[in-house]
């Protein structure tokens, strides 16, 4: 059986580096390429961390630069917007870890480009998992839109239905960038688009338990997923008073594996608000009452152990798992 | 307080000293997990980090009755306090800790509570002076000793007990009165997680620093040694105990302890001793809830209100 062909659309960011290096240590995956956005930090960050993890991994995947603004502003010809100062993901991103740079991996062809000859090449066949603003998917689609309907599915981690936490009712990848959100659903009478938003990923909280187990038992990468974490820790302390994380663009990765790790996938109508207090907002009919055309697969319930322990099996291997399951074992 | 600090008898220090319900008159110190200059040292340096260096800190044995001394510096760090501060403040000159221990009974006897959370060397040398005076306290509350649990330092013996063995002998062949053992037993249920841990750092004060900063070592050591995720904090359970009564279940049981060969340090426990004249109460079960929720908001009562969240919330607890 061929590998099921994949594209991770991403702007690093804590969440996603974790995400990524699981991704890229799941063997039954053909990483085809990893596009990059604006998102938790500005493109050059976002671009050079995605190169510096995929270099860390050893695989010879190539990296393509994406869009450096919202689609709103890349279409207007607007220049980035300037965010690249210290917040929840650390000053470069990735929570100070000194990864080694390695510029070698970036690819000259754009991000956009990248997705449309792929999916051109592979129709039906490519799966994209995206776990920054849809800016590149946007761009694509107005390129080409055709050839978009022909991606086999995309796993979105953003949104949220009945939480927030860029505002209390928006969730960060969508309100920064509405547009991107409403042309990607567009797609969805032909292309499977899951949304794995705020209402799944919190319910999974690595605490500080797990992250210590990470740290002893996970060796060096392991490791290095607990010092990058640091920042981002006391960032839950802060906002949520969590002792401990949600690693949001892992969970699309975990739901891609095995599909199961979600308890309850609900077929719905999904729009956006694009404007006003409720801006980024997901108004998601879960009911059904409008009789709308469905458009997204949302996630509301995960299994958290089951999300957990797959994690340290992909991420860490097989011995990480079992490990884990002595440790924490369930009553 | 008679204590060898060691990362847990600094925790202990800590409860005792923020505890208004404890008149802590003296601090005495006995070669253990460190040794017992610079145990005297860490001892003064809990003490001045929550503002009680006022307390009199008395040094004790250097060494045990018979045997080598074997400290616990694999566990405690080479300071004895987890190699992240090295104390090096000396306390001042009370007199040693058997001239402190024995004037303070003689002067208000049948009133203080001891709590041994060493080896028992000090107490061993005041019963070869005098049979008589530990029989003045009111009571002595030990932490040592493992009855139907592994040990620490072999299949069968615990550190305190395996340290100065002798002196555990000594001392439960006296047959003092009023004796509580708390043993491995119960401690061991007394895990400081990496939750807790983190709370604790979340806090960010001098105190909580430090707590963080002395524990480190002990959680990586725990990994290493037996793969328990978090740190054992055996000796504050002794102090929560007095503070609390309902914390700790005992059964009273005859203790004796072997001195020799492959279980040396042992504690064997009879508990159909029917002479109450022999036996002392020895913890059997732990509400290690209680003692987290007491523990926690005597140290950090600044952050209540944070503690009790974290509980409701099911996230330390």
């Known amino acids: 059986m061929s590998k099921r062909k994949i594209i991770f659309d991403t702007d690093p960011g804590i969440d996603d580096a974790i995400a990524l290096m699981t991704l890229l240590n799941y063997e039954p995956f053909d990483v085809l390429g990893i596009t990059t956005v604006a998102g938790n930090k500005g493109i050059e960050h976002t671009t050079n961390n995605a190169s510096k993890l995929v270099r860390y991994t050893r695989k010879d995947i190539r990296v393509y630069r994406g869009a450096h603004s919202s689609y709103a502003r890349v279409v207007a010809g607007l220049p980035a917007e300037g965010r690249d100062g210290g917040n929840v993901h650390g000053e470069d991103g990735l929570g100070g870890v000194g990864l080694p740079v390695d510029p070698s991996n970036i690819s000259s062809k754009s991000a956009i480009d990248f997705i449309l000859d792929t999916v051109r090449k592979y129709p039906g066949e490519v799966e994209i998992i995206s776990v920054g603003p849809m800016t590149n998917l946007a761009l694509a689609i107005d390129m080409d839109e055709a050839t978009m309907r022909k991606v086999k599915k995309i796993w979105s981690m953003g949104g949220g239905v009945f939480r927030g936490n860029v505002t209390p009712v928006a969730e960060f990848n969508y309100w920064f960038d509405t547009l991107s959100v409403e042309k990607v659903y567009s797609l969805g009478n032909d292309v499977d688009i899951v949304m794995v938003g705020l209402d799944a990923t919190h319910q999974c909280i690595f605490d500080a338990n797990d992250l210590a187990f990470i740290r002893l038992a996970a060796g060096e990468k392991g490791e290095l997923i607990y010092a990058m974490v640091q920042d981002y820790l006391n960032a839950y302390w802060k906002f949520n008073k969590y002792i401990g994380i949600v690693i949001h663009d892992l969970l699309p990765v975990l739901m891609a594996i095995e599909p199961t790790v979600c308890l309850r996938l609900v077929h719905s109508n999904l729009r956006i608000v694009h404007d006003g207090l409720a801006k980024g907002q997901c108004i998601v009919d879960l009911v059904d009452s409008w009789k709308l055309e469905k458009n997204a697969f949302v996630a509301m319930d995960m299994d958290v152990r089951k999300c957990k322990e797959l994690f340290m099996e992909v991420c860490f291997g097989k011995e990480v798992k079992e490990n884990y399951q002595t440790v924490f074992p369930t009553l | ?317």
Not at chain 2, 9 to 27: F, H, K, R, T
Not at chain 2, 220 to 230: K, S, Y
């Open chain 2, 1 to 317: 307080m008679d204590v060898d600090p060691g990362i847990d008898d600094s925790l202990a220090l800590l409860l005792a000293g923020l505890s208004p319900e404890i008149e802590l008159l003296a601090i005495t110190v006995v070669s253990g997990n460190i040794e017992v200059d610079q145990a005297a040292r860490n001892a003064k340096f809990s003490m001045r980090m929550i503002g009680r260096d006022d307390v009199m800190i008395a040094k004790g044995c250097a060494r045990p009755i018979h045997r080598n001394y074997v400290d616990a510096t694999d566990t405690h760090g080479i300071d004895g306090i987890g190699e992240m501060y090295f104390p090096k403040e000396e306390p001042e000159d009370h007199g040693s800790a058997i001239e402190v221990i024995t004037r303070l009974l003689r002067l208000y006897p049948h009133q203080i509570t001891i709590a041994a959370l060493g080896p028992l060397s000090n107490l061993a040398t005041i019963l070869k002076q005098d049979p008589e005076v530990l029989s003045l306290a009111k009571e002595i509350i030990i932490m040592g000793g493992s009855v139907n649990v592994c040990g620490n330092c072999s299949p069968v013996a615990e550190y305190n007990f395996w340290c100065d063995p002798h002196a555990a002998k000594i001392f439960f062949d006296a047959n003092v009165h009023n004796v509580t053992l708390v043993p491995l037993d119960v401690t061991y249920k007394i895990l400081l997680t990496p939750n807790m841990r983190e709370m604790i750092r979340q806090f960010k004060t001098p105190l909580s620093e430090y707590v963080t900063n002395i524990t480190g070592f002990y959680v990586d050591f725990h990994w290493a040694q037996e793969r328990t995720l978090g740190c054992v904090i055996n000796d504050p359970l002794v102090i929560a105990y007095i503070l609390d009564r309902s914390i700790l279940n005992c059964k009273f049981g005859q203790v004796q302890v072997e001195t020799e060969g492959i279980a040396m340090g042992e504690s064997v426990v009879d508990f159909r001793q029917s002479d109450v004249r022999l036996t002392s109460a020895i913890a059997q079960s732990v509400d290690a809830k209680r003692f987290f929720k007491l523990f926690l908001t005597r140290l950090f009562s600044e952050h209540k209100s944070d503690i009790d969240l974290m509980i409701e919330k099911r996230m330390i607890i």
